[in-house]
Antibody, heavy 122, light 111 residues
Framework: QITLKESSPTLVKPTQTLTLTCTFS??????????VGWIRQPPGKALEWLAL???????RYSPSLKSRLTITKDTSKNQVVLTMTNMDPADTATYHC??????????????WGQGTLVTVSS | QSVLTQPPSVSGAPGQRVTISCTGS?????????VHWYQQLPGTAPKLLIY???NRPSGVPDRFSGSQSGTSASLAITGLQAEDEADYSC???????????FGTGTRVTVL
């Protein structure tokens, strides 16, 4: 059974750095083709892809947010961490991590965490 | 910001067939990148419904089907049920943006 769970502060102030942690089980980020991504959803708005890290440590970022994002993995802990700098109220959203199995599924995200709501406010 | 356009809402009576369109461009769907569909029930995380344009993961009813043509894709729900009331989003890859893109999302209402 694949599970993912996000953890983060619920409230951050503008200009602060947000650190999001995804802890997963049921798959290995050492398996060829596997990736873990971050996707966010502002209240009442569409999903937005942020970043993805692959089993071989290849990293991809949303071009519009690339300068603010850093994604890393700790395979031994089954964790993926995303940091986002210079937070703004417009970054208020539910942040999900998701499992990309690759192979037959291509770029689809097969498993998702429940999400963590982050509010940016002074 | 979304580069994939979906209708904001569609509705249908129980048992009816509804379709949701996902319109992209020559740098995403039209370039041959696969389209995937997600269902998001109220207050829950997205669930993969269709991958690779037309494939269903294990456990997804065959009432759900996907197709792709040109720069667009579609999700069809046949035999609409009350439990299908949810938000649906498409996803693909965009070569110009060099990243994954999601659709604007569609709310399905069962009348």
């Amino acid at each position: 059974q694949i599970t993912l769970k996000e953890s983060s502060p619920t409230l951050v102030k503008p200009t602060q750095t947000l650190t999001l942690t995804c802890t997963f089980s049921g798959f290995s980020l050492s398996t060829s083709g596997v990736g873990v991504g971050w996707i966010r959803q502002p209240p009442g708005k569409a999903l937005e892809w942020l970043a993805l890290i692959y089993w071989d440590d290849d990293k991809r970022y949303s071009p519009s947010l690339k300068s603010r994002l850093t994604i890393t993995k700790d395979t031994s802990k089954n964790q993926v961490v995303l940091t986002m700098t210079n937070m703004d109220p417009a970054d208020t959203a539910t942040y999900h991590c998701a499992y990309r199995p690759g192979s037959n599924y291509g770029a689809a995200f097969l498993g998702w965490g429940q999400g963590t709501l982050v509010t940016v406010s002074s | 910001q979304s580069v994939l356009t979906q209708p904001p809402s569609v509705s249908g009576a129980p048992g009816q067939r509804v379709t949701i369109s996902c319109t992209g461009s020559s740098s995403n769907i039209g370039a041959g990148y696969d389209v995937h569909w997600y269902q998001q029930l109220p207050g829950t995380a997205p669930k993969l419904l269709i991958y690779g344009n037309a494939n269903r993961p294990s456990g997804v009813p065959d009432r759900f089907s996907g197709s792709q043509s040109g720069t667009s894709a579609s999700l069809a729900i046949t035999g609409l049920q009350a439990e299908d009331e949810a938000d649906y989003s498409c996803q693909s890859y965009d070569s110009s943006l060099r990243g994954y893109v999601f659709g604007t999302g569609t709310r399905v209402t069962v009348l």
